[in-house]
């Protein structure tokens, strides 16, 4: 849970409109007195010269969704960290997720992003996954799940542990896959109809197939699951991240290549100039339609739910994976972007942060930077994380979360312990806290 702090006596209001011109129904004094006013928040947005806040419980008769002026309040920095299904046991067992999130919030941890779509499986009970995707044992081997997965509905197993906690984190589930797929998942193999092709005819770029967003099926398939999720879960948000979008070498199916003809009348095969602009604007904008869908669908069923995404830094996404992060912050539908710059030095992270995308996109919705604790093959050291996260605070980002819940205490590099990392990051995380 993130806490905004009241550090002068000020108005709740119901708009951005002058106090002195709203009704007594529109707004409520605050008066915080000396020690200030602390309220537990979901989410905040900047509009302005003020912050619309969600609030964990109403305020008064003014409800959830509240302005406050921006120089009147404080809001804690977000402190995230992703829960992964590979090179982590945390997931493995409810009692590795007790004693995972107890060190967690110990640490000063506040938001957790665990997966719960990967492979082509989902790690909460659903419906909609169910009568799409055959979860056996067997696919589960052999798309290189751990057995001890399955069956389970991990997702609410997070979720009670926080409520037994005192609810020290803000739930938002990582749907880490995207509309990526491994070839020989059920899913790939039950619903060829909805790859895509490269202009070859082959359905793997990096080494996996790609659903496709143009295709009803697919939205639909992301609409009910997601809307599922958001609507029998109690969550914050929920989080798409560098692999909801599509490789650019991908899209040349017949489906693709029909839809693209039918809307663009004219226009050059795609097949004949697999490099064509116009091609690739189209194929990213319904990227976009998708996150849009998505964006609405969440919105339809719980208000205060909110949509982040973790994409790469820009150009990257945009020339790599047709994923334009800057439209989705502009016109609204992504609320939080944590940046994923997981880079071997200081000055290259640096120079990620203080790009003219990232400034526009903090003065609007919360920005937080994903910072690399460790691979199991790439091993960092704390040095190196004490001083990116320093960065982050140093420029007022909203905060920063970590990848990957397996090497922040584990995985260190030579000279780390796991004791002497856990003491590590419950002292970087006890200071600075509110921005």
Not at 398 to 411: M, R, T
């Amino acid at each position: 849970m993130l806490t905004l702090k009241i550090i002068q006596d000020t108005f709740a209001k119901l708009s951005t409109k002058p106090a002195n011109t709203l009704s007594d129904s529109q707004k409520l004094f605050i008066n915080v007195g000396n020690e200030g006013k602390d309220l537990g928040i979901k989410s905040y947005i900047k509009q302005g010269n003020h912050i619309l806040v969600q609030l964990q419980e109403p305020l008064g008769s003014l409800g959830k969704s509240i302005f406050f002026f921006a120089d009147h309040i404080q809001v804690e920095e977000i402190r995230g960290v992703w829960l992964t299904s590979i090179d982590s046991d945390i997931l493995f067992s409810k009692d590795n997720i007790q004693t995972g999130l107890t060190k967690l919030k110990e640490s000063g941890f506040n938001t957790l992003y665990p997966v719960v779509w990967n492979n082509g499986f989902v790690f909460f009970r659903s419906t909609v996954a169910d009568n799409t995707v055959n979860a056996d044992v067997a696919n589960l081997h052999s798309a290189n799940l751990q057995q001890l997965l399955a069956g389970r509905d991990i997702l609410a197993e997070i979720i009670e542990i926080n409520q037994d906690l005192g609810k020290p984190f803000r739930i938002i589930p990582w749907l880490e896959y995207g509309l990526m797929v491994p070839p020989n998942s059920s899913l790939a193999k039950n619903k060829p109809a909805w790859l895509m092709e490269t202009n070859t005819g082959g359905k793997i770029v990096n080494g996996n197939a790609w659903l496709n967003p143009t295709h009803p099926e697919v939205q639909g398939f992301f609409k009910s699951l997601i809307g599922e999720l958001v609507q029998d879960y109690a969550i914050d948000g929920i989080q798409l991240d560098d692999h909801f979008g599509l490789p650019k070498d991908i899209g040349f199916d017949d489906f693709t290549i029909a839809l693209f003809k039918s809307k663009n009348p004219g226009a050059a095969n795609p097949i004949s100039n697999p490099n064509s602009e116009k091609f690739k604007v189209w194929r990213k904008s319904k990227v976009t339609e998708l996150l849009r869908l998505i964006f609405n669908t969440v919105k339809g069923i719980k208000k205060d739910c909110i949509v982040s995404v973790s994409p790469n830094p820009l150009a990257f996404s945009i020339d790599n994976f047709l994923a334009d992060w800057q439209a989705w912050e502009q016109e609204g539908i992504a609320e939080e972007i944590v940046l994923q710059v997981y880079r071997p030095s200081l000055s290259a992270f640096n120079g990620e942060i203080i790009k003219t995308e990232v400034e526009i996109a903090r003065k609007h919705i919360p920005t937080v930077i994903g910072i690399l604790s460790g691979l199991n093959g790439k091993r960092v050291h704390l040095d190196l994380i004490r001083s990116q996260t320093q960065s982050t605070r140093d420029r007022d980002f909203a905060g920063y979360s970590y990848f990957f819940y397996g090497s922040l205490f584990d995985l260190g590099a030579d000279g780390d312990t796991p004791e002497s990392r856990q003491a590590e990051f419950a002292t970087l995380l006890a200071s600075d806290r509110f921005v």
